[in-house]
């Protein structure tokens, strides 16, 4: 996608726009100054009533929040559009409708305003969140990213320098999160809800299995430890048990078996790369329960851990708008087309 490559020195005010799934997020990235403003409309309501996101609900309503939450930013940073320099906007992977909408509105304004623009991969986006913090990892690290369709470990040698080490083969563990949800009733998404009722549950009342950890390598499997969470139920349904503290335990039994699973592969990963620095990040990022397993095995090996704040852990036009202004203060541009790809992958993007 990008058209050119010229190391530029000029400082950007970069507006990032993400528009790839259910949260329209805009934001003002400052190449010198950092963040300057950052906004978010969750469409989270408006698909709850289906259990999952629609795609064409999603992007009608991205048409309708674009341009009202970029005004809301602008004032936020106390700027008007003559201040904007760059702009960046999410072209994969996600939803097409959804992500047709963002990148039309960003390359059409940069059009208008007379400024650079860049398509931006959105896991790379993910991947880079951490950035945003005053805390910041440094190259090379091992990176997890885990969200709603996507588990991967990833070596990361620089910005566009990725890696691919090893992916889950069916469910993305957040994905996984959400059917166990549904399975037990709870509402979408299912993560944040999986985790809170995870808080009440009895440990070890269930041991769940520990997918693909004996198998050499760094690939991932959750779609059976979803079954597992529906089978226990369906069990417990039939001995007559639909409590709560039922449902608490398999949601128990169901986040300390990911934890863990991810944990034996993070450290299988950090071994084989001999690095000792991980970055987590994706929507799963924000839950507890991995975030602690994680921070005692860094612990444990005198690592650290890197992890962006929370709400950049989900959707955000921040991480857009930071990226963004990577690639374009490496000189890095797209055309005036735009085309967005739905199944980009973070292995075909280029270096900077
Ligand atoms: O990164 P994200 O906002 O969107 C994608 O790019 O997919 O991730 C959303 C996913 C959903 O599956 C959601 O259930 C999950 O992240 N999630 C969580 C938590 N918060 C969000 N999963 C487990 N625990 C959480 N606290
Ligand atoms: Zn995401």
Known sequence: MPNSNQPTTQTFITLGVESSCDETAIAIYHSEKGLLAHQLYSQIKLHAE???????LASRDHVKRLIPLI??????????????????????????????????????????????????????????????????PKFPFICLLVSGGHTMLIRVNGI????????????????????????????????????????????????????????????????????????TWLAAKKSGDESEQTKADICRAFEVAVAETLVIKCKRALIQ?????????????????????????????????FYPRLEFCTDNGAMIAYAASKRLEAGESSGLSFACNPRWKLEDLNAI
């Not at 409708?97 to 304004?109: D, E, K, N, Q, Y």
Request: aromatic fraction near 6%; proline fraction near 5%; include cysteine.
């Open 160 to 231: 566009g320098q990725y890696t691919l080490l090893g992916e889950t083969l069916d469910d993305a563990a957040g994905e996984a999160f959400d059917k166990t949800a549904k399975m037990l009733g709870m509402d979408y998404p299912g993560g944040p809800e999986v985790s809170k009722l995870a808080l009440k549950g009895t440990d070890k009342r269930y041991t769940f299995p520990r997918p693909m950890v004996n198998k050499p390598g760094l690939d991932m499997s959750f779609s059976g430890l979803k079954t597992f969470s529906l089978n």
């Open 273 to 305: 790369e001999n690095l000792n620095c991980l970055v987590v990040s994706g929507g799963v990022s924000a839950n507890r329960e991995i975030r602690a397993q994680l921070d005692t095995l860094m612990k444990g090996r005198k690592g650290t851990t």
């Open 71 to 136: 005004e809301a930013t602008l004032k936020e940073a106390n700027l008007t559009q003559q201040d904007i320099t760059g702009m960046g906007y999410t072209a994969g992977p996600g939803l097409m409708g959804a992500l047709l909408s963002g990148a039309a509105v960003a390359r059409s304004l940069a059009f208008a305003w007379d400024i650079p623009a860049v398509a931006i991969n959105h896991m790379e986006g993910h991947l880079l969140a951490p950035m945003l913090e005053e805390k910041q």
């Open 50 to 56: 289906y259990g999952g996101v629609v795609p064409e």
